[in-house]
Every structure is written in structure tokens, then in C-alpha cells.
């Protein structure tokens, strides 16, 4: 017995598959997010051939039990398996999710463990779908309800990766005051209107809302998606995101 594989290898782990690759002639290599080591990268051996068992298993938005081995940044996937229920997204519900995805692709350093986020992207998944089910069924909505479901993605995701997003206080440490405005910049968060040119222009209402999580009003829900989409540009460079303009064509969500 290799002893040094086995100190290497992880069973039963819940798991999301985020996106696949293909990898050599019949293999893929697939990225997933762990509950327990966070962002990785797998390769399943085969799982291109038509009859491959492995195949059929690599879906996204699932929780899946996952087994892989290896001590390299690529690792080998062993076997996944069906963890919990079916999670059905459609419409502009399974769109929420690739964006999703992508963040977690793009902001996620690998193999670092987020195990609150894992939880927080569980329910949003669950959440989704059951807005997108109501919006099916015609039943009483303000249509904002999978934008708001984003907003608060968006927030925890760089809450829980360590970003500053100060939403209670200014620059200096001051009581945000609900009835003045500020410009919000990245890195800083509120200050005065007229202190820089920089970030985007809201009210201290909305950022106060925010900290509450209450995005019950049109001014929070608008001002708060413009500052979601500035300090994710900040933190994404460059590349934008191919989800988000998919999104944004489809109803500004």
C-alpha cells in the first residue's frame, strides 16, 4: 500500500461542479467547489467517452459526493455520486447560476477552504429555483426578486473572501447618515461626495439597507446593484465577465 497516496486522498466530500474542460483525447478536467478545500481542479479520466459512468454525473448546480486523490494542483477524480435532492434551475434562474459560477471561478484562489460560502451558495442555488418557480406559475411578484438573490451573492462572496465592503461606517470610521450622499470607492468604502472622483454615488440609506439586508427599496435595489457591478470590476481586472452581459441583455439583473 502507497501510503503517501492515501494521505492525499479525499472520500465523501460534498462538492459543485463549476465547469469542465476537455483534457487529452477522452478525459476532462473538471473544477469543482469543495465544501471542505474549496476551489479545485480535477481530472476525470475517461469522462468524454459516450459510455463513461463518470459522464452523466458532471452537472452543475448538484451536490455531489465527490473521492480524488493527488498532491499537484491538478488532482485525479475517482468517483461522484448523487449527494442531495434535485436542484432544478431554468430560465433566467440557471443564467443566475452560470454568473455565479464564474465569480467563484474567477475570484476563488484554489484549494482554499470557504466553508461558510459553500453553505451560502447551497441555499442561493435552492433560492433560485424557487423564485424561477413562482415566476412560472405567474404568482404575485416585483420581478426583482432573482436580482436581489444576486445582490446578496455578490456581497457575501467578497465579504467571506476578505474584501473590505464597510456599509455601516465611512473612510473614517463615522455613523453612515441615512438621508446624505456619498461616493463609495473600493478599498475605502463611503466618503464624502466631493472627497474623490472615484467609486459610484449612492445615499447612506441604501448602504445602511444593505448592512440590514433589506433590498425592499427601488432606490436600494438600483444603487446597490451599481456598486456591486463597480467593486467587482475593481476586483476582476480587466476581463469581464461573459455571464454578466447575458444577464444584463436579458433584464438587467
Not at 481530472?43 to 468524454?48: E, I, L, W
Request: hydrophobic share 35%; glycine share 6%; aromatic share 8%.
Amino acid at each position: 500500500m502507497d501510503i503517501s497516496v492515501n494521505l492525499h486522498k479525499h472520500d465523501n466530500q460534498p462538492v459543485y461542479v463549476l465547469h469542465t474542460y476537455p483534457f487529452k483525447e477522452t478525459s476532462l478536467v473538471v473544477e469543482l467547489f469543495s465544501q471542505r478545500f474549496g476551489r479545485l481542479a480535477v481530472v476525470a479520466k475517461g469522462a468524454r467517452r459516450p459510455h463513461s459512468a463518470m459522464r452523466g454525473m458532471l452537472q452543475s448546480f448538484q451536490m455531489l459526493s465527490g473521492a480524488w486523490s493527488g498532491k499537484n494542483e491538478l488532482k485525479t477524480l475517482h468517483s461522484l455520486d448523487w449527494n442531495a435532492g434535485l436542484t432544478l434551475l431554468k430560465g433566467e434562474a440557471l443564467m443566475c447560476g452560470f454568473y455565479m459560477n464564474e465569480l467563484l471561478l474567477r475570484l476563488l484562489p484554489r484549494e482554499d477552504a470557504h466553508e461558510n460560502l459553500f453553505q451560502y451558495y447551497d441555499s442561493t442555488l435552492k433560492t433560485l429555483s424557487k423564485e424561477q418557480t413562482l415566476i412560472d406559475s405567474q404568482s404575485p411578484t416585483d420581478g426583482k426578486s432573482l436580482a436581489i438573490t444576486l445582490r446578496r451573492f455578490e456581497l457575501k462572496l467578497l465579504q467571506e473572501m476578505g474584501y473590505a465592503v464597510p456599509l455601516i461606517t465611512d473612510e473614517n470610521d463615522g455613523t453612515i447618515i441615512v438621508d446624505k450622499v456619498y461616493r463609495y470607492e473600493a478599498e475605502y468604502g463611503a466618503c464624502d461626495i466631493n472627497a474623490t472622483k472615484n467609486g459610484v454615488q449612492l445615499n447612506g440609506k441604501t448602504l445602511l439597507n444593505m448592512a440590514n439586508d433589506d433590498y425592499t427599496d427601488s432606490q436600494t435595489q438600483n444603487q446597490s446593484k451599481q456598486l456591486m457591478r463597480y467593486l467587482l470590476a475593481h476586483y476582476l481586472g480587466d476581463k469581464p465577465l461573459y455571464t454578466k452581459q447575458l444577464l444584463i441583455d436579458l433584464q438587467a439583473l
